[in-house]
Every structure is written in C-alpha cells, then in structure tokens.
C-alpha cells in the first residue's frame, strides 16, 4: 500500500482501535470560559433488543446531544450532556412508526492533573467523573425502549448511561491528549456502572439484573491540513463485561464503532465537524451506518 496522506486516516482506524474519543470538541478552555456543544447524528441501525419477543430494535434515527462545559479553573471543569432521540422504529409487519425519547442527562467534573510541555508539544492527563440522572424515556408498547436502542446502535452501543432506561448511571474515565505540531491524538477508557432502579416497562420474559458493568476505550488521531482544516479518525471499542439485561444467545458482548472526520476551525472559540461513522464487526457490523454534524462554540 501507497503511503499518501489519503490512506493515513485508514490506516489510523486500525492502529487505534484499542482506544475512544468522545473528548471535547476542542480541549482547551480557559478559567472561566464556557463552551457550548451540539451533536445531530442521522443514522439506520438493527440493534439487539432484549425482549424475547423482539429480539432486534430496527430503524433511523437523530441522536441530538447538548452539551456545556464551565472551566472552574486552569485544570478543574463542569460539563453537562442532554441526548435526545427522534426516530421512525420499523414493526413486525414492515411498517414503520415515529417516536421520541429523552435520554439520561450526564453531569461531570473533569480534573486535569498532569499537564507537561515541551517545545510546541503539549501532553496532558485529565480524569473525569459523570453521574446521570435516571430520566431516559419507556413505556409498555416498549417504543421509547426501542428508539433508544436503535440510537444506542448509532452510536456503536458506546454510551450505555445515555441510552439505557430504568438506570443510575456512574461513570468513571480517564482521558490522555497530546498534541504537537499539526497532529493530535487523544486515547480514552470510560466504565459505565449502571444501576437498576425499575424495569422500565420490559416484559417479564426478560431477565434483568441489579448492576451492570461495561468498558468503552477508543482514540482519536487528528492532523491538521490547513489553519482552518482539520481530518480526524477515531476508532471505539464496547465490551459489555457484566449486560444489565440478559441477552439473546449469541449476541456478541463486544463491538466496534470506526469515525472518518472533517474539522471546520473558526479562529480559537468555534469548530463544526462533519462525521461519518459505521462498525465493521460485531453485531452492528453492516447493520448500522451513520453521518451528522458536531459544532462547539467558546466564550471566555
């Protein structure tokens, strides 16, 4: 294989697909400043559902998420994350029928604890802690259920505490950024700890659990083309170590989410990023595929 800039980013897909990045659109904020984030994802996607009944969430969806971060200081900041869903879930007989549901909102403190630079390098360490609140919408006709899990399928299963209803999610993370010259890559590990408060509506053929468990690591590797062009990929792998429901037999605990990006810089305060984004394995592997918009604006 030829290696020109154009394969690079394939070439990263694989290099980083031990590692996730659902880092801050752009890392550096001030004290005191506050970014405001937006994320609008189109996707189709055949989810596992766990419902014996129906044993796959089928459909398209937006997956929208508002975000906002505050910056208490130079290495401490407060960030909020509000997902909703819109989309048109694909029946038995081959219709298709509209619904909306709220995910759980995510708030979080992130603390930068190590920061070193070097010449025009710069490597920094941060670890963050999010608590959501257990507001993710269900019903008994199961169709706020299945919307979620089609977005959850969208986003490569890698955001269980957003998508899951009925549950108290914890989530711990760690997060590694450097950056030098016109490259950057961020590497990140996420364990979402999901705790049971109600069925949310599944039928009782389902069997559920108390406290479940999974591990989301993944990385980004970006190289900037031009003062206001920037070519990102990211690569996410989902192990779901300890499912909070029961899954079908066969149904893979393991799955991957691969990321092409275009990042559109306005000076310092705003970025618009285009994505494309599918899974190569697993069970969403040629059964999801999806593309959207990312944009963030600072003020300080």
């Keep these: 294989?030829?290696?020109?800039?154009g394969g690079v980013a394939l070439v990263l897909v694989f290099a980083a697909r031990a590692s996730l990045a659902r880092t801050p659109v752009e890392p550096e904020l001030g004290s005191g400043g506050t970014q405001l984030e937006a994320q609008a994802h189109f996707g189709v996607?055949?989810?596992?559902?766990?419902?014996?009944?129906?044993?796959?969430?089928?459909?398209?969806?937006?997956?929208?998420?508002?975000?906002?971060?505050?910056a208490v200081s130079e290495t401490l900041s407060l960030e909020l994350q509000v997902p909703v869903v819109l989309g048109s879930v694909a029946q038995p007989a081959g219709s298709y029928v509209d619904a909306a549901a709220a995910g759980n909102p995510q708030l979080g403190a992130r603390y930068r604890f190590v920061e070193r630079r070097s010449g025009g390098?710069?490597?920094?360490?941060?670890?963050?802690?999010?608590?959501?609140?257990?507001?993710a919408s269900h019903a008994a006709d199961l169709m706020p259920n299945r919307?979620?899990?089609?977005?959850?399928?969208?986003?490569?299963?890698?955001?269980?505490?957003?998508?899951?209803?009925g549950i108290l999610p914890i989530t711990a993370s760690s997060l590694l950024y450097w950056t030098s010259g016109p490259w950057s890559l961020a590497a990140?590990?996420?364990?979402?700890?999901?705790?049971?408060?109600?069925?949310?509506?599944?039928?009782?053929?389902?069997?559920?659990?108390?406290?479940?468990f999974a591990a989301v690591v993944g990385g980004e590797a970006r190289y900037r083309l031009s003062r206001r062009l920037s070519l990102a990929s990211a690569a996410q792998l989902f192990l779901d170590l300890a499912p909070i429901s029961d899954h079908a037999p066969g149904v893979s605990r393991v799955q991957d989410l691969e990321r092409l990006s275009l990042h559109l810089h306005f000076g310092s305060s705003a970025a618009l990023i285009v994505d494309l984004q599918t899974a190569v394995f697993g069970e969403l592997?040629?059964?999801?595929?999806?593309?959207?918009?990312?944009?963030?604006?600072?003020?300080?």
């Design 1 to 5: 294989m030829k290696r020109r800039p």
């Design 45 to 70: 996607s055949t989810t596992p559902f766990d419902v014996p009944a129906l044993k796959e969430a089928k459909g398209q969806a937006f997956v929208i998420t508002g975000g906002a971060r505050y």
């Design 121 to 135: 390098s710069v490597l920094s360490v941060a670890a963050m802690l999010e608590v959501g609140a257990p507001l």
């Design 285 to 300: 592997g040629g059964a999801m595929f999806a593309g959207g918009l990312r944009a963030a604006l600072s003020f300080h």
């Design 188 to 212: 990140e590990a996420r364990l979402p700890l999901l705790v049971r408060l109600t069925r949310a509506d599944l039928p009782s053929t389902t069997s559920t659990d108390s406290i479940g």
């Design 147 to 165: 919307v979620l899990a089609i977005a959850d399928g969208i986003e490569g299963r890698g955001n269980p505490e957003w998508f899951t209803p």
